[in-house]
């Protein structure tokens, strides 16, 4: 497996992807043509989704075509299995894991990926490659019918980590939910990626990358910042570097 | 119908349901036993739950009993047919729909409501008197096997609204996120309910009450303020007062 997923797509300045073009040019290699998945977007169109995510890689020769745009749902399936490079991009992730789920694109992605088709995605698209999408922090506008995702590791990652609140709010803070997360589900583990960060997926071993320390939870125990660069397995266990 | 529906539990003081006093001894009017459902609680115990709201309500002279110790489902639905007063405590909200999902609570629930049960819920509990959780802000930690649920009211509430986000975070406004709602249900009016307001819903009239104004959500147009004492039908248009 090669996967790259990242925090987020925006970088403080503003640019789109700009902050992981590197990263990218190394999960794509020589292919220079992506399937991009544009259906976690829900205030913009899948069109215009689709034209940033192609501005934004176009710096690495890359072509970006929505799956959208590939025919019915079995010429879908049959653009994932022909794929060269799968992007998922953010915005609502039940949405994103709705339309993957009613199109049958689930067991697809997953197939083509553990074939070794290169898999990029951002924010939901991260939350996407977990077992589940419960810890995505969005709002479940729509029923996905179910929580289980592609599964491609084995732990799950918070997308936009931070643990801040606006001043004298009284909601829970991030490490709450992500608590709350690991009562009801005490054999996961959570990797909480600030934005920046981003994770390598290389066969069974994870690399943190971006600037940034991530922050790794496990049930019953306290919570402890990583380093960029700390080298886990794919269940999200620190490994001995 | 006879509801208090509350952003949130904790006052900026820190104590418990204290800012809502007043209101909900007269959502009580002379009725001294309340059925407490603690479901929403994950990384509390709902014993010790049960008796914070206890100690919040004793200067009321409300006794608080857990439904949770009514006995077995056939019990717990009796208690709630029985209950003088019914109130849903906040916590994660797809844990509370889940476990009133599972024992069958919710038709309940909703007949003894309906039929004239006062009902006092806060957060999650809000959230649960809608007709789905969609605009909860928790994280999806169980799944509940569908965001349906009381259908009380017929719009949504965002509880602890506010639109405030964290230094230099780029994660989705809650604005950004009811907007994403809306476009997938267009049809639906949310109300945002900031921290220390609640609704007071009697029969088919809904009145916004505490002390800061309330922001108001419809497809396709623009949110607005909506100030205390602001009435609305059940589904969440404001009246001529």
């Known amino acids: 497996m090669n996967l790259l997923l990242l925090s987020n ?31 976690a977007g829900v205030t913009m169109s899948w069109l215009s989704y689709t034209e940033t995510v192609a501005e934004a890689l176009a710096p690495l020769g890359i072509d970006v075509r929505s799956l959208d745009d590939a025919g019915d749902i079995d010429a879908q399936h049959a653009a994932l299995h022909d794929a060269e490079l799968i992007v998922v991009g953010g915005g609502n992730t039940f949405q994103l894991l709705k339309i993957c789920r009613e199109r049958g694109l689930l ?60 001043a004298g709010h009284r909601g829970e803070t991030r490490d709450q939910r992500i608590a709350e997360f690991l009562v009801a589900n005490p054999d996961r583990t959570v990797l909480g990626l600030p934005e920046g960060d981003g994770l390598q997926v290389t066969n069974d071993t994870v690399r943190l990358c971006g600037p940034f320390p991530a922050r790794h939870f496990v049930a019953g125990g306290a919570a402890g910042d990583v380093p960029p660069g700390t080298v886990f397995d794919l269940a999200g266990r620190p490994r001995a570097s």
Do not use: K
Request: glycine share 10%; aromatic share 8%.
């Open 107 to 166: 067991d697809v992605i997953a197939h083509a990926v553990r074939g070794g088709t290169p898999y990029l995605g951002w924010s939901a698209g991260a939350n996407l490659a977990c077992p589940t999408i419960s810890t995505t922090n969005d709002m479940p506008i729509v029923d996905p019918r179910g929580l289980t995702a592609l599964g491609l590791i084995d732990f799950q990652i918070n997308p936009h980590y931070t643990n801040a609140l606006p």
């Open 9 to 39: 797509s925006r970088g403080p300045d503003g640019r789109y992807l700009a902050h992981a073009l590197t990263a990218i040019a190394t999960l794509a290699g020589p292919r220079r043509r992506a399937l991009f998945l544009p259906f």
